[in-house]
């Protein structure tokens, strides 16, 4: 990639120079004492970054192959599922669940609004035989730019009975996701959003009940097999050849969030998100996602009269930043634009990096957001007069 190029796409997002430098490092064995230590030490982190008391297992995969991994250790063939879906990702567990022949049925919001929990309850109440065995929900939806009450709608697959299963690709590592407090049974999510990392590594939250589940669970299973994982991460080991490299770099991810801490994380998040949102209301730029359901991670924005792919196009040519447009329908109508990459610069002003290299990253990521704001204001402009 080109050095100069900004990404302020949903994902991959901004890695911290601290990050790329343990990346770079020569890998070691993977059976080692030394990568022992790190499983140990990174394992520990997941907890904390989650909340949990559970088991978080380290694939080599993306996060959709954490999705995967979510849904085939905890279900059979016809089992009846769940699957709460506004966006493209709520589809995408609908399309995993249909591949590996499970009963799917949908609970839906417009794409751009948030899901309503009521109808995920209602839904639920509608099967007093307890048949329905998962509902499955996507936390932040990366398509739209929406929040969904993942808390509220685990309350109500809790008072059913059903495994709630959630994507937190998005969500993870810019918002509070509670995995305990909120009663969340499996939580998948991938290493290039939120963890500051490329991507390459996913990860699955597991709770106890889910293991339960995992006992008489049917459908196939072989590298995704959790049990595998969780067996080998008791021995701060691993089932196959891991990614070494994504290991130091999360070890060191890790640490720089925990050097921050948690609600200092979500905090910054959420001011970039008001800030972000703050500055397309002023340009008159619609935003695509209600304020109270707006993701801190995402913000796409829906504008009139100028076209969504014009602005991409002209801020990628013309100052070398990287925005997201819209998929499927969508295409051509928004334009997304995450929060990381302005969390990258909050980020490099951590302790860990010297004071001139922190003015340098401060000063090489948030030049290029002047002229974007500027080209946004004589957009609309042009467009308005
Ligand atoms: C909310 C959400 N879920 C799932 C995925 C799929 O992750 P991956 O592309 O890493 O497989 C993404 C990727 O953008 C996402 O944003």
Not at 184 to 212: H, I, N, T
Not at 310 to 335: C, T
Not at 346 to 362: D, E
Request: proline share 6%; charged share 20%.
């Amino acid at each position: 990639m080109d050095d100069k190029l900004m990404l302020m796409i949903p994902g991959p997002t901004p890695v911290p120079e601290q990050v790329l430098l343990a990346l770079a490092k020569h890998p070691i064995g993977h059976r080692s004492g030394d990568f022992s230590k790190i499983i140990a030490e990174v394992t520990e982190g997941l907890k904390w970054l989650h909340q949990t008391q559970n088991d978080v297992l380290i694939l080599a995969a993306s996060g959709t192959g954490a999705m995967e991994a979510g849904i085939i250790n905890f279900l059979s063939p016809g089992d009846r599922v769940l699957v709460a879906t506004n966006g493209k990702f709520g589809d995408r567990w609908a399309q995993i669940c249909e591949a590996y022949g499970l009963n799917v049925e949908k609970v839906t919001a417009e794409w751009g609004k948030p899901l309503d929990p009521e109808d995920i309850r209602t839904h639920l109440e509608a099967d007093p035989e307890k048949q329905i065995r998962a509902v499955i929900v996507t936390h932040s939806e990366t398509s739209t730019g929406v929040i969904n009450d993942l808390e509220s709608i685990s309350r109500h697959v809790k008072a059913h009975g059903a495994l709630m299963l959630a994507d937190a690709v998005t969500s993870l590592g810019a918002t509070s996701v509670p995995m305990d407090a909120w009663g969340l049974d499996m939580v998948a999510s991938g290493s290039q959003k939120g963890y500051m990392l490329p991507p390459g590594l996913g990860f699955v939250a597991v709770s106890p009940k889910a293991w339960e589940a995992y006992k008489t669970a049917k459908l196939p299973r072989f590298y995704l097999d959790l049990g595998k994982y969780r067996k080998e991460a008791a021995k701060n080991s691993h089932p196959f050849t891991p990614p070494v490299n994504m290991f130091f770099g999360l070890q060191v991810a890790l640490k720089m969030m925990q050097a921050e801490g948690l609600e200092n994380i979500f905090a910054r998040h959420d001011r970039q998100k008001t800030a972000t949102r703050a500055a397309m209301k002023a340009l008159n730029l619609p935003l695509f996602a209600p304020d109270q359901a707006s993701s801190p991670a995402i913000t796409a924005v829906a504008p009139v009269g100028v076209e969504a792919e014009k602005i991409r196009s002209i801020v990628r040519k013309r100052f070398d930043i990287v925005m997201a447009g819209g998929q499927d329908h969508l295409s051509g109508k928004i334009f997304r634009m995450d929060t990381w990459a302005l969390s990258a610069i909050a980020t490099s002003s951590l302790p860990l990096v010297p004071w001139k290299q922190r003015c340098k990253n401060w000063a090489m990521r948030t030049l290029p957001q002047v002229p974007v704001c500027l080209l946004l204001l004589k957009l609309f402009f042009n467009n308005s007069g």
